[in-house]
């Protein structure tokens, strides 16, 4: 099965642009995560969706980011205006279950802002 | 606030020993999980033990979870080359209806060949 897959791999932009990251989770999982780790520090749970909506959002960092699923298959993270502090690896993961079943990772999006 | 925390925070041995990673958390899980991720890669499922099991084996992994010290061991044996990576514990309250999967900071581990 193809896994999680993440566009882009990179993206460098500069402070109050937008910039938008988009997952693909595994086909069939409903379960969607986003996380990120910036400046090497731990991974932060940002969201977690069941198929399209928004089951916790509680680690959105403010109002900047905007996460979407639209009909239930791929999310896209948006980010807009940046900040230099967004700078970090932003990663998504999917999971069949939701208890009690493992994340599946995509590579990330290594996000840089100027 | 953090839930799990490795440790150490890294770790380096000789190719062929055993390497032991621990984990402490704070709150009642519903289970803890293991993952590795190798430098620019996405984390990779290693384990998941449910908060009624008290250990589990892949392989040469080998995990022990202790709900009444909040606590969990992973144990790697017969290291390689190819296991030098960051090991990530998660855990996923008991509070929630589902996994909330939150991550410790890693212990980074080099083997030496």
């Known amino acids: 099965e193809a896994g999680v897959t993440q566009f882009p791999s990179h993206s460098v932009i500069e402070k109050g642009q937008t910039v938008t990251l988009r997952c693909d989770p595994i086909?069939?999982?409903?379960?969607l995560y986003w996380y990120r780790r910036v400046m090497g520090k731990e991974i932060k749970f940002l969201l977690h969706f069941v198929k399209e909506s928004k089951q916790d959002e509680s680690g959105m960092p403010n109002n900047r980011f905007l996460a979407e699923r639209t009909g239930g298959t791929y999310s896209t993270l948006k980010v807009q205006p940046a900040e230099l502090e967004d700078s970090g690896v932003y990663f998504c993961?999917?999971?069949?279950?939701?208890?009690?079943?493992?994340?599946?990772f995509g590579n990330g999006t290594r996000l840089t802002v100027t | 606030s953090q839930q799990g925390e490795e440790d150490p925070q890294a770790l380096s041995i000789q190719e062929g020993e055993n390497a032991t990673m621990n984990c402490s958390y704070k709150t009642s899980i519903n289970n803890l999980q293991w993952y590795r991720q190798n430098s620019g890669r996405g984390l990779v499922h290693l384990i998941l033990?449910?908060?009624?099991?008290r250990e589990k084996h892949s392989g040469r992994l080998r995990v022990t979870l202790d709900t009444s010290k909040k606590s969990s061991s992973l144990l790697i044996t017969a290291s390689r080359a190819a296991d030098t990576a960051s090991y990530f514990c998660?855990?996923?309250?008991?509070?929630?209806?589902?996994?909330?999967?939150?991550f410790g900071p890693g212990t980074s581990l080099s083997v030496i060949p």
């Open positions: 086909s069939g999982h409903d379960n």
């Open positions: 993961a999917s999971s069949l279950e939701v208890r009690n079943s493992p994340l599946h």
């Open positions: 033990i449910r908060s009624n099991e």
């Open positions: 998660a855990t996923s309250p008991m509070k929630t209806s589902y996994d909330k999967v939150i």
